[in-house]
């Protein structure tokens, strides 16, 4: 098994017409960091671990395809400290798993705002943008919104620049013919 760099890698090869945010565990890397936020003095210390309880509870019943559970539980999530931009990455990440883009780029929009554009919020949210622009087509503004993740650390905004440069997609593509070729050796060879 791979690590999460070589699975995108490998989705980006070998399917390099898909929205690249579906690779199982790619956030992980940007999970690593959710305990060294600077929220701590920022928030009530109580409301704020019982947020954090109920957005760990909404990914968890998300993950396990519970998405009306995962949307209540960010929705009380924003109902404790709603001018804490974090439950809202969430809940338009399950908005989006639910096909709601409108409310997935509402929540986002909100975000973004909270954050100031800074942050580990921000980054999260630049990248949910730039995969929802992606998926829309509109490839001028993902590539901004992915600049903007990338200028604030994301390894994933990062990745999408490369796959958004048409070069890269081009020798992408040529890969993959390679590759399905040596898979399906013509006959006669």
Do not use: W
Not at 7 to 19: C, E, G, K, S
Not at 32 to 43: I, L, S, T
Not at 73 to 96: D, K, M, T, V
Not at 127 to 154: I, N, P, T
């Amino acid at each position: 098994m791979g690590t999460l760099n070589d699975r995108a890698v490998l989705q980006a090869i070998f399917n390099p017409d898909t929205p690249f945010g579906d690779v199982v565990g790619l956030d992980l890397e940007e999970e690593a960091e959710k305990g060294q936020v600077d929220e701590n003095g920022v928030f009530p210390r109580e409301q704020l671990e019982q947020s954090k309880a109920l957005e760990l509870q909404g990914v968890t019943a998300a993950e396990a395809g519970d998405l009306s559970t995962a949307l209540e539980r960010f929705g009380q999530a924003i109902n404790l400290l709603p001018e804490r931009a974090s439950a809202y990455n969430n809940r338009a990440q399950a908005r989006r798993l639910q096909g709601d883009v409108t409310g997935a780029l509402e929540d986002l929009e909100l975000a973004l705002a909270l954050s100031g554009g800074r942050g580990r919020a921000a980054r999260q949210g630049f990248v949910q943008r730039g995969l929802l622009a992606r998926l829309q087509g509109r490839d001028d503004d993902a590539r901004k919104d992915f600049e903007r993740a990338a200028r604030l650390g994301s390894p994933f905004a990062r990745r999408q620049l490369v796959l958004l440069n048409p070069y890269a997609a081009l020798c992408n593509r040529m890969l993959a013919d390679v590759m399905g070729q040596l898979h399906r050796p013509r006959d006669g060879c």
